[in-house]
């Protein structure tokens, strides 16, 4: 099945700065990649994804990028504010129902 | 709208007792699946039911049992529950192969 490397495990970002997160994928067929974020006490919330024919996609201060070729795929968070902080997960999985996710990321901004 | 609601929210169970976990969602949603989320591992695919009637197994499957008893409920069954279930499960729907909801989550502790 796929596996999910995530990285890093915690971030630790100064308020207005960015904040990167990767992750790399097994399965050069996988074509689905969403980052869900999870909030302390609920349960995780889609952010943004991106499909396989799309390099690149942004939403406000959100982006994703995707390399096929190297099987990678990063967030990106600009302009970092308090409530960005939580945990973040990439996922990945081969257009079926069967999401294999990445072990998370735990943000801190500080103020 | 309620999205999808998950009781109980706590339950702590000795080795060896059973229970069910009880899902249900309000967003005419097709599939339905449950996760399981260990500290270090990210969410883990449990069971799914692509649509009502159908039910399949995720990644960890042992130890539980499933019913999709409508469209709308899908609950999940201990039958003997052991120290190494102790974790905080998520049910999620989605409408399609893409965004999948998540529920508020159970915390479970088995002693």
């Known amino acids: 099945g796929e596996n999910v490397e995530q990285h890093p495990s915690t971030l630790s970002v100064q308020e207005g700065d960015s904040a990167v997160i990767k992750c790399t994928y097994s399965d050069s067929a996988s074509n689905y990649f969403p980052w869900y974020k999870q909030e302390l006490g609920k349960g995780p919330q889609l952010i943004i994804d991106i499909r396989s024919n799309v390099g690149e996609k942004k939403d406000q201060r959100i982006a994703v990028t995707l390399n096929k070729t190297a099987k990678h795929f990063s967030l990106h968070i600009t302009e970092t504010q308090p409530e960005d902080s939580a945990v973040y997960f990439c996922?990945?999985?081969?257009?079926?129902?069967?999401?294999?996710f990445g072990a998370g990321t735990t943000v801190t901004v500080r103020a | 709208n309620a999205g999808v609601t998950q009781t109980p929210k706590f339950q702590v169970l000795k080795t060896g007792q059973s229970m069910t976990l009880q899902c249900a969602q309000d967003?005419?949603?097709?599939?339905m699946y449950w996760y399981r989320q260990d500290p270090g591992m990210g969410l883990r695919l449990i069971y799914y039911s692509a649509s009502e009637g159908t039910t399949d197994k995720g990644e960890v499957p042992n130890g539980y049992n499933v019913s999709r008893l409508n469209k709308r409920e899908f609950s999940l069954r201990l039958e003997s529950a052991a120290p190494s279930q102790t974790s905080v499960y998520f049910c999620?729907?989605?409408?399609?192969?893409?965004?999948?909801?998540f529920g508020p989550g159970t915390r479970l502790t088995v002693t």
């Open positions: 996922a990945a999985t081969l257009n079926d129902y069967k999401l294999s």
């Open positions: 967003m005419n949603h097709n599939s």
């Open positions: 999620a729907s989605s409408d399609s192969l893409d965004e999948q909801y």
